[in-house]
């Protein structure tokens, strides 16, 4: 379960052998949200206002090198992290 960022207090998580489409797990406290990369939208579970869109934010500007770490953790390697 690499934790690949912290946004805004936000836990950014992404898991191997994971299913489609290429998401992201975004967890605050006791609140979980599947978010899509492609297009930054909560597909699944929420966050509080605000933590949602620092969240959506955070992953229009990082579009590209998610999907590099989406690629790279499917295959088994830890993608690291991403400022």
């Known amino acids: 379960m690499p ?6 207090g936000v836990a950014i998580i992404l898991y ?4 489609n489409p290429p998401h992201l797990h975004a967890r605050f406290g006791a609140d979980e949200a599947l978010v899509a990369i492609a297009d930054a939208v909560i597909f699944k579970g929420s966050l509080p206002h605000g933590k949602r869109r620092s969240v959506e934010t955070w992953v229009s500007e990082h579009r590209e090198a998610l999907l590099v770490a989406w690629q790279t953790i499917q295959s ?6 991403i400022e």
């Open 3 to 8: 934790r690949i960022a912290l946004v805004d």
């Open 16 to 19: 191997a052998n994971d299913h």
């Open 76 to 81: 088994g390697t830890n993608p690291g992290q």
